[in-house]
């Protein structure tokens, strides 16, 4: 039997609970189908050991209701994941969200009736739906990938990936222990499980530029503060590039005297999360020789608190500081001084294969008990992808896309009326506090379904003219970046097919240029969009 609804949303965490929430308010029958057991999505999936926020929870929660945040106390600066799913939990059953949620229901075929202008979608438990609106809420980082090298499947030992971890506890102590990874996730995981492995073995390929978290407890005079300044923080969340708390010093780098300069890199390292990578000098992002120093100055730190000095120097990065988004450790580096842990460098010995017994590299057998991949995802592109999402004259998606992603905004494809992603490639999202981006997609997407409705569209899309503009707009925006030249990372499609690779799959313009042409695409009539 097939239900129908005025909306359907795909996915149930931080952006799909808002955007039930924003579309009850408009009075629409919505439904939300989640993949997952429970809601939380992100958080949901990854609950391994030392997951948690990178950034500040304060700024990180929702901001539309003040006595959402009135009610909610977070214990820490960063909280973990427990805590998060917790919030989100309160969140849906202060609001009352659960009753319209399917969870265990993964999309697999989103098909557009061009007669009736409506969507149906099938779940691969063989559920179906139909709405006028769809609005895709499946993550940036959430289709989670294996890496191809021969024989994944043939290990003998507990094989696990962070983004599907395991509900129950897994108990290290004694095993023989391999991740393959130093990702932001992998250097959580590994600071946190490593005193109690027998061994553990880090398969580093590229080294990142780690900063400390510097976590604690909020104390209850903190708390009142937090939330009596609230709405200030979000505003200041706003107004900086990213979408965090952190405000960058408007001069350059070089302008300021040495002394000077390494007395803010100290004080950011001191202050802790993303301050030294987002509060630092205004041409951080685009000087070498800025980027350079402050690279040399955490090199210095971790010279200083690696005991080896061959570890060392495997663990410094050979990419300019500021390219990557920098985890947050507490001991990280400390963590290669235990006589249990042990690093490889895949540069100079890559992996040859998984076999039955461990992880088998160009010069040695390593033999595990168990082996993590923090081997990441099939970025931006990934969970739209794995649907079979057909539009108009039943073309598909991966048809659209098969010369790299095409979008409008970020949010919108030409071909596909009334569907829309929120944090789709070509959004700013990847640089973002994901929550203040995700309200500014939730927002303008229902804002367009009102004015829909209000003035007798039936439908609304993109044109293929104006795709093609912020399609080039957006690999126009990585220009005079030192991002620019890192072709090798997931922003450019490195761990997508082929056909994405080399293309630019971000807006690095910044949160609030970003917001401003939502509302003047807005306020022109929904200039590039055609409404019928």
């Not at 983004?163 to 250097?187: E, L, M, N, S």
């Not at 965090?244 to 001191?270: C, G, N, S, T, W």
């Not at 033999?367 to 923090?374: P, R, S, T, W």
Request: a negative charge; charged letters at 25%; hydrophobic letters at 35%.
């Amino acid at each position: 039997m097939t239900q129908n609804y005025d909306a359907i949303v795909i996915g149930a965490g931080v952006s799909g609970l808002y955007t039930l929430y924003k579309l009850r308010k408009l009075g629409l029958t919505v439904r939300v189908f989640e993949a997952g057991g429970d809601i939380g999505g992100t958080w949901y999936w990854n609950r391994y050991p030392g997951a948690r926020f990178d950034s500040e929870s304060y700024s990180y929660q929702y901001s539309f209701s003040q006595e959402l945040i009135d009610e909610w106390n977070w214990s820490e600066h960063f909280s973990a994941q427990p805590e998060i799913e917790r919030y989100l939990h309160f969140v849906a059953d202060k609001f009352d969200l659960r009753r319209d949620i399917e969870c265990n229901a993964r999309v697999a075929a989103v098909t557009y009736d061009e007669n009736e202008k409506r969507w149906e979608i099938a779940t691969h438990n063989g559920l179906r739906a139909r709405a006028r609106y769809v609005i895709c809420a499946t993550g940036l980082l959430s289709a989670h990938q294996y890496p191809d090298y021969e024989g994944v499947a043939d290990f003998a030992g507990l094989s696990l990936h962070t983004a599907r971890w395991p509900k129950d506890p897994v108990d290290f102590r004694g095993k023989r222990v391999g991740i393959i990874g130093t990702g932001p996730t992998a250097v959580q995981i590994i600071q946190t499980i490593a005193p109690d492995c027998g061994r553990l073995t880090v398969f580093q390929r590229t080294a990142n530029w780690c900063t400390p978290l510097r976590n604690r407890p909020i104390t209850a005079e903190e708390q009142q503060a937090l939330k009596e300044k609230a709405h200030e923080i979000f505003a200041q969340c706003k107004r900086n590039w990213a979408g965090f708390i952190h405000e960058p010093d408007p001069r350059r780098a070089m302008d300021v005297p040495k002394a000077e300069r390494m007395a803010r890199y100290q004080m950011l390292y001191d202050r802790g999360g993303f301050a030294l990578w987002l509060g630092n000098f205004s041409d951080s992002f685009m000087s070498r020789e800025a980027a350079d120093e402050v690279a040399e100055f955490l090199a210095a730190k971790i010279r200083e608190r690696v005991a080896d000095p061959e570890t060392a120097e495997k663990l410094i990065p050979k990419h300019p500081f500021g390219t990557k988004r920098c985890p947050g450790e507490k001991n990280y580096y400390e963590t290669f001084n235990l006589p249990n842990v042990r690093l490889v460098d895949l540069r100079e010995t890559p992996i040859k294969k998984i076999s039955r017994t461990g992880i088998e590299t160009t010069n040695e057998l390593h033999e595990l008990d168990v082996i993590i991949y923090a081997t990441g995802f099939h970025s931006l592109t990934g969970e739209l992808l794995r649907m079979d999402i057909r539009g108009e004259h039943g073309r598909s998606l991966q048809e659209h896309w098969a010369d790299g992603p095409r979008t409008n905004l970020g949010i919108q494809f030409s071909g596909f009326p009334n569907l829309w992603a929120i944090m789709g490639p070509h959004n700013p999202a990847v640089f973002c506090n994901i929550p203040r981006c995700a309200e500014t997609n939730v927002e303008w997407i229902v804002d367009c379904i009102r004015y829909m409705r209000e003035k007798g569209f039936e439908t609304m899309a993109t044109t293929p003219e104006a795709e093609d503009a912020w399609t080039r707009r957006c690999y126009e925006s990585v220009k005079g970046l030192l991002i620019d030249d890192m072709r090798d990372s997931w922003f450019f499609g490195s761990t997508n097919p082929e056909n994405v690779r080399g293309r630019f799959l971000l807006f690095a313009g910044g949160v609030p240029l970003y917001r401003e042409i939502f509302a003047n695409v807005a306020a022109n009539g929904y200039e590039g969009f055609e409404l019928r």
